[in-house]
């Protein structure tokens, strides 16, 4: 059966190519939102696959970036706490859904709506909201209602 034997191996050519696309797209986290603290998806980074309410309790060490409990649990050799509320500046949807980005904890102030798959690697030169995102909320497949903008 000549014609069984192909399909493997297009399969494999598809995987081949499905990986190739995604090292040449920047920083995706597959299945979640992927947030920088610095531009390009670097620094401080976290992922969501659903929500957060507030970035104010995601603490981590200035120094060693590694993520931690609270403000007392850095010290010396990791540097100071951060929250990593008010810090992000780059934004990747792996996810097949729209997402909001709020200005404010608890999702209100201003909504970035950031498109299935899309990306901004600086928000400060085309959005309002460098440094000031402070919650996340995963939405349908749909252009959500209230966008204060969209991005991506
Ligand atoms: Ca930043
Ligand atoms: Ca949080
Ligand atoms: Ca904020």
């Known amino acids: 059966m000549p014609a069984r034997r192909i ?19 920047p920083a995706h986290a597959a299945g ?19 929500y957060d ?19 007392n649990d850095c010290g010396l050799r990791k540097g100071i706490a951060l929250k990593f509320e008010d810090k992000t500046s780059s934004v990747a949807n792996g996810t097949a859904r729209w997402w909001k980005l709020f200005e404010d904890r608890g999702y209100k102030g201003y909504v970035l709506c950031l498109r299935p798959g899309g990306y901004d690697s600086d928000l400060g030169n085309n959005t309002p909201q460098e440094d000031d995102i402070s919650s996340v909320r995963i939405q349908g497949t749909g252009q959500p209602r209230g966008c204060d903008q969209v991005i991506g």
């Open 7 to 25: 399909v493997p191996s297009l399969l494999t050519a598809g995987l081949i190519a499905v990986a190739g696309l995604s090292a040449a797209a």
């Open 32 to 50: 979640s939102l992927k947030l920088c603290a610095n531009d390009g998806y670097k620094g401080k980074c976290l992922t969501r696959t659903g």
């Open 53 to 71: 309410a507030t970035f104010a309790n995601d603490w981590y060490c200035s120094r060693t970036l590694a993520t931690v409990g609270g403000p």
